[in-house]
T-cell receptor
Framework: DARVTQTPRHKVTEMGQEVTMRCQPI?????VFWYRQTMMQGLELLAY????????DSGMPKDRFSAEMPDATLATLKIQPSEPRDSAVYFC????????????FGNGTRLTVT | AQKITQTQPGMFVQEKEAVTLDCTYD???????LFWYKQPSSGEMIFLIY??????QNATEGRYSLNFQKARKSANLVISASQLGDSAMYFC????????????FGTGTSLTVIP
């Protein structure tokens, strides 16, 4: 089965450090989404891309977060500098970009910022 | 207005019984898709079932069925013959339009299956 691959699975870092999360979407999928999940806020959309172009990143704190797709096989989410409130599970999901197709999620990156 | 509303934060069901998880949605787009995802305690998000706005029949996938009532804008998930492994969070989601760029998720329902 084709899967969305996210690395790392877990990340513990100190406040102020840079964190980079990576995502390999399913081959042939042209939309990529980044979500953050916390107990308090649930699933929050951070950014999404279509054909590698960012379509919406309004959910992302621009001063510290950045999302890119350097090529069709790699999406990155970077936090610099990280803060304790960034502790969450970050999901990447990919899809084919049509209304009928579901998003396929990676297993997430559990980030803890101390 | 919320795009997806799940009003049941938590539900309990006896093993082997059926359970319905509620979902209502809000859209003015005539073309949309409705999805249900399962998130077990291990954390992964698993796609369960899909219903298109133009589909005439309710979607079914094994023990999962979607009770689609378009006029009421509801898309309830029915799980038949509940199993202990069905204990998880369940999320309803919607994708609008033919291009379907945006995905909207509900807040989820926590289902516990009691032996």
């Amino acid at each position: 089965d084709a899967r969305v691959t996210q690395t790392p699975r877990h990340k513990v870092t100190e406040m102020g450090q840079e964190v980079t999360m990576r995502c390999q979407p399913i081959l042939g999928h042209n939309t990529v989404f980044w979500y953050r999940q916390t107990m308090m806020q649930g699933l929050e959309l951070l950014a999404y891309f279509r054909n590698r172009a960012p379509l919406d990143d309004s959910g992302m704190p621009k001063d510290r977060f950045s999302a890119e797709m350097p090529d069709a096989t790699l999406a990155t989410l970077k936090i610099q500098p990280s803060e304790p409130r960034d502790s969450a599970v970050y999901f990447c999901a990919s899809g084919t970009g049509t209304g009928v197709s579901p998003l396929h999620f990676g297993n997430g990156t559990r980030l803890t910022v101390t | 207005a919320q795009k997806i509303t799940q009003t049941q934060p938590g539900m309990f069901v006896q093993e082997k019984e059926a359970v319905t998880l509620d979902c209502t949605y809000d859209t003015s787009d005539p073309s949309y898709g409705l999805f249900w995802y399962k998130q077990p305690s291990s954390g992964e998000m698993i796609f369960l079932i899909y219903q298109g706005s133009y589909d005439q029949q309710n979607a079914t996938e094994g023990r999962y069925s979607l009770n689609f009532q378009k006029a009421r804008k509801s898309a309830n998930l029915v799980i038949s013959a509940s199993q202990l492994g069905d204990s998880a969070m369940y999320f309803c989601a919607m994708r609008e339009g033919l291009t379907g760029n945006q995905f909207y998720f509900g807040t989820g329902t926590s289902l516990t299956v009691i032996p």
